[in-house]
């Protein structure tokens, strides 16, 4: 979490310097912020040496020191941000006394008085910097319970049956013993509690796997190990009259025992399960020790970490997955009843919705099953647990389970941990948009802003957040929704998330189920998020904070509430995030308009924008939506206010059913802006578009008027945009004939360098897919809803060659067919819903392709989907992979 704090602070230093509305006074040497800066840069590097040397840490001294580093960080904190927003303020009240703001204001910073306090706080930074460095290279000695980390538990499987595992264990059985060539390593992928030690225990007791093997080994490693010790287990139980005690005090030193390891294996067929490995290295280490010979000897390795488990060929990796609504039933049932203890019908149907509430992750069935089974099975009490995820049954399991589910978390990188904590500030199970989240980890300073060039506008702050989100999903401790596009946690992860935040005051939870409010008070706090009774909420921040508080960020996650709320802003002056989409608002906030410190600003309001928006100089992202029960009138265009022209700082605009205005003067112009979504088609003039040079993300909303027949120009001016990568264009209400006429929105030429393009409700012929399928650039195209009209569209051979997506969705498409069988050379997916006239698609896809989906469709089409499997498995017999097809139908 240190480094997380280290990096908001660093984002503001990062705007005294580099902010053109800022002027450091020129008594008020700007060495002081300079070096301050090195400084904070010089922390976060010393905290990166976490990453490096975690195996062999003291987990909780190392947390200690960083708890430390937290705290005089907010210290630091709330001595220069008061000191800057009281200039900010002062300077903006002598000027709303005297006159208008001027459309280019600049603030006059003085640091000289904060030298003391910056000084100090250098000092403290260089002394605890280098005891944290210290301690990584020396780790303290351990208490005792502490020195093993309990990564896993032993699920307790019964012999006889392996509920939601049988059929996985007979597939990595078979391939156990397989004379194929997919390499002797096989690999178990899966979330902390999803059963990988108790499968590979499973196998590697099975009578058939023991006779098969000379030699069977079972190490467990986890994420603290010394290689030694793993050497010597292997070679102890290799060979029983090995000495383990004399090999450890032996002088035989790493390479005497890696050649041991390697001597006593050759000529042996056998068995080693690595289990619970957490680094690349140390697989690839170990592997190299192990004959890969004639005798067909295998590895089987379980991680949590998706590149470990990327050790073994594609064929030998397989992903545990959760278990379904039935199979947690029956493992709920046998932990709870076992075989002979009978389950009434009363019980087994509340039964069946707390082993859903488990969400399919064995660990928490397993454990909830064992509190349930120690007290009374009444169905009134099963009842109030089935209901009720918040119910202390549940709790006391995710407690129980946190020793293997904090590794997870204590051992991530260093500038993953406040991004993984910041997800639990949502609702639990809340599905959520990666942009948003993105945006919100830029505002708050989460991101590497080494990458980013403020002088250069670039995507590296999106691109980075999606790097952090791979990496997150990779080591399974998020999951992403297919058919949404949105990711979640699982409700085990939420609930450590939420107890590791409110310890590190990353964030607190106000009014969640009587939750009492913390004893330092809500001002001390961070960042409040608000899930449940916003009004209540609220009120609670108003009657607490009776003083400027501490406060940071305000997320409103929770339920929409469609009455007015008094936000009570007067004493969170420091705000950098609010976050208000989930609260109607009638008016116009004014009061938001004091909170220059702003990055994020996010509301759901149907008016005009005041035009003194401007005064929020700081903010990055302004996202205003609509109420969705209200629509626009057609012919009365809402236009954001001309001084959004001033606004220099904004990356990302979101502004639903609002255009952008024509620049006022030759002078407009909006550098930093990379994504502007939501307008319609009178923000895409020439005028406008040639003012945002920098832009890389256009999304187009057009609301149609009944008798429409005037041609919309959105894409005649696209093609200046030289910067732009995603393109989407939606026609909200799309009025679709019984005939194909010309489209009221014509294609134009689009940039090379476009790389996505979402389009909806346009009703184009599909010969006009030509002016899109020689982009060169082009990897994912998403048809929509009419997008394109006609039976038949013809792939040519030459068309669409960086193609790796394609989206197909509510299309009147009777054939989709191929000049030739060179056509769409790289794609990977194509996806297919709701074509109910689609007939006939292709058969002669490369071997680049991963996955097809065919969801709602023609049954002809289905029956092609599978041929198509078919044959591409025949084809394609003995690679790395298999087509992955999956179809969903209700016909």
């Known amino acids: 979490m240190a480094y997380g704090a280290a990096g908001c602070l660093e984002l503001t ?52 020191l960083e708890a430390e580093m937290v705290e005089a960080i907010y210290k630091f904190e709330d001595v220069i941000d008061p000191h800057l927003s009281n200039q900010f303020h002062s300077q903006s009240e002598e000027e709303e006394e005297t006159a208008d703001h001027p459309p280019s204001m600049v603030f006059s910073v003085d640091v000289q008085e904060i030298k003391q306090d910056v000084d100090s706080f250098i000092e403290t930074m260089n002394i605890m910097k280098r005891a944290y460095v210290h301690e990584l290279c020396n780790p303290s000695p351990e208490e005792e319970e502490d020195g093993v980390v309990p990564s896993r538990i032993d699920f307790g499987v019964n012999e006889s049956n392996m509920v939601g595992l049988s059929d996985l264990f ?7 013993d397989s004379e194929q060539s997919e ?14 030690t108790t499968l590979a225990k499973k196998l590697f007791q099975d009578p058939f796997i023991v006779n098969c093997y000379i030699r069977l080994v079972f190490v467990t490693i986890g994420p603290k190990y010394r290689l030694a010790d793993i050497l010597v287990d292997i070679l102890t139980q290799v060979n029983s009259d090995i000495d383990e005690i ?51 000897s295998r590895v089987l390795v379980t991680t949590r970490m998706e590149e470990v488990a990327n050790c073994a060929k594609p064929l030998n990796i397989f992903n545990i997955f959760f278990l379904d609504k039935k199979e ?29 509430n488990c969400e399919g992750l064995p660990l928490t069935i397993i454990t909830v099953a064992n509190i349930l089974s120690k007290v009374d099975k009444t169905i009134e009490y099963w009842n109030e647990v089935a209901d009720d995820k918040q119910n202390s049954v549940y709790k006391d399991a995710y407690e129980q389970m946190s020793k293997v589910l904090y590794p997870s978390y204590d051992y991530l990188d260093q500038h993953l941990k406040a991004c993984f904590l910041y997800i639990g500030a949502f609702p639990q199970n809340y599905l959520l948009d990666l942009l948003q989240l993105a ?37 399974n401790l998020i999951m992403f929704d297919n058919e949404t596009s949105r990711l979640h946690l699982h409700s085990s992860f939420w609930y450590l998330c939420n107890k590791e935040a409110a310890r590190t005051k990353l964030f607190y939870a106000l009014n969640c189920h009587g939750d009492t409010l913390p004893e330092e008070g809500i001002e001390s706090q961070r960042r409040l998020c608000i899930r449940n009774n916003v009004l209540l ?35 969170l002056r420091l705000l950098r995030v609010l976050e208000a989409r989930s609260i109607r608002f009638y008016e116009f906030p004014i009061k938001v308009l004091k909170l220059v410190q702003l990055r994020y600003l996010a509301l759901l309001y149907n008016g005009n924008l005041p035009s003194s928006i401007f005064k929020l100089w700081n903010l990055q992202n302004l996202i205003v939506v609509r109420h969705l029960k209200i629509v626009k009138s057609i012919g009365n265009l809402l236009y954001l206010p001309i001084e959004i022209w001033n606004m220099n700082e904004l990356k990302y605009l979101y502004t639903c059913g609002r255009d952008l205005p024509h620049p006022y003067c030759e002078g407009s112009l909006l550098p930093n802006l990379l994504n502007l979504c939501g307008v319609g088609p009178q923000s895409c003039a020439k005028s406008v578009l040639e003012k945002i040079p920098n832009l890389k993300e256009l999304s187009i909303h057009i609301e149609l008027a009944p008798d429409a027949t005037e041609p919309l120009t959105c894409f005649d001016h696209i093609s200046h945009l030289h910067q732009l990568q995603e393109l989407g264009c939606y026609i909200m209400n799309p009025t679709l004939k019984t005939d194909v006429v010309t489209p009221l929105v014509p294609l134009s030429d689009f940039p090379l360098s476009l790389t996505k393009l979402y389009l909806k409700g346009l009703g184009y012929p599909w010969e006009e897919m030509r002016k899109i399928s020689s982009l060169p650039n082009l990897t994912h195209l998403f048809l929509e809803c009419y997008a394109f009209r006609g039976p038949k569209w013809e792939v040519r051979d030459n068309e669409f060659q960086s193609l790796l997506c394609l989206n197909i969705e509510d299309i009147d498409l009777e054939q989709l067919t191929f000049q030739n069988c060179h056509c769409l050379p790289v794609i990977e997916s194509l996806h297919i819903s709701h074509c109910y006239k689609l007939k006939e698609i292709p058969l002669t896809f490369g071997k680049s392709l991963v996955n097809i989906k065919v969801v709602e469709c023609n049954p002809m089409a289905v029956k092609c989907a599978i041929k198509l499997k078919e044959e591409w498995d025949d084809k394609y017999a003995g690679r790395e992979r298999l087509l992955e097809l999956v179809v969903r139908s209700s016909l």
């Open 439 to 475: 945006n919100l980890w830029s505002a708050e300073g989460f991101l590497n802003s080494e990458s980013m060039q403020y002088s250069e506008p670039t995507m590296n702050c999106t691109y980075d957040s999606y790097e952090y989100l791979y990496d997150l999903r990779a080591k």
């Open 328 to 356: 947690s039933w029956d493992l709920l049932r046998e932990k709870v009843f076992g075989e002979e203890e009978p389950c009434s019908y009363g019980l087994e149907k509340a039964g069946k919705k707390i082993a859903e």
């Open 170 to 176: 007979m597939t990595i059985k078979d391939r156990l």
């Open 13 to 64: 230093i990062e705007r005294l310097l580099k902010s053109s509305y800022i002027s450091i006074v020129q008594n008020s040497s700007p060495q002081i912020i300079k070096l301050l800066y090195k400084e904070i840069l010089s922390l976060k590097e010393a905290l990166r040496e976490f990453d490096k040397k975690r195996s062999t840490i003291n987990m909780k001294m190392v947390k200690s």
């Open 537 to 571: 909420a609220i009120k609670d921040v108003h009657n607490s904070i009776a003083s400027d508080s501490k406060v940071r960020s305000l997320l409103c996650t929770g339920y929409f509430h469609k009455y007015p709320v008094p936000l009570f802003l007067e004493h």
């Open 183 to 196: 390499g002797m390593i096989v690999s178990l992928n899966g979330m902390a509690g999803i059963g990988k």
């Open 246 to 296: 004399m090999l450890m005090k032996g002088e035989k030193g790493l390479a005497g025992l890696k050649r041991m390891v390697y001597e006593s294996l050759k000529h042996l067929r056998f068995l080693i399960v690595l289990d619970d490995v957490w680094e690349m290295d140390l697989c690839f280490v170990l592997l190299e020790l192990f004959p890969d010979d004639k005798y067909r």
